[in-house]
């Protein structure tokens, strides 16, 4: 069974800074590409960044270029997203996801499995 399990969520205020974790098992890592999502409450769940499996290869959503970075630690089977000069309309659930090859992708429907969801709250 796979299981992706997020933390690093809380309240913080604009301009700051928050960096979200997404702890997988070593089988259920290696190989794959990953991705973060967040959905805001009455909206659709909306791409943040992905990460191909090697590395090198980033995707990041519009709203966020230049103040999130992906990134992974191979050794600790961990994806991280480091959230900078945060802003209130990043208020939102964020959830990590596992691509179904090593490609980085940028739609939901090409993640397979998915974390339960970590809530970043962002006042101003």
């Known amino acids: 069974q796979v299981q992706l399990v997020e933390s690093g969520g809380g309240l913080v205020q604009a301009g700051g800074s928050l960096r979200l974790s997404c702890a997988a098992s070593?089988?259920?890592?290696?190989?794959?590409?990953w991705g973060w999502f967040r959905q805001a409450p009455g909206k659709e769940r909306e791409f943040v960044a992905a990460?191909?499996?090697?590395?090198?290869?980033?995707y990041y959503g519009d709203s966020v270029k230049g103040r999130f970075t992906i990134s992974r630690d191979i050794a600790k089977n961990t994806v991280y997203l480091q959230m900078n000069s945060l802003k209130p309309e990043d208020t939102a659930v964020y959830y990590c996801?596992?691509?179904?090859?090593?490609?980085?992708?940028?739609?939901?429907?090409?993640?397979?499995?998915w974390g339960q969801g970590t809530q970043v709250t962002v006042s101003s």
């Open positions: 996801a596992r691509g179904r090859t090593g490609a980085a992708v940028t739609t939901t429907y090409e993640y397979d499995y």
């Open positions: 990460i191909s499996w090697a590395g090198i290869t980033t």
């Open positions: 070593e089988r259920t890592f290696s190989g794959y590409a």
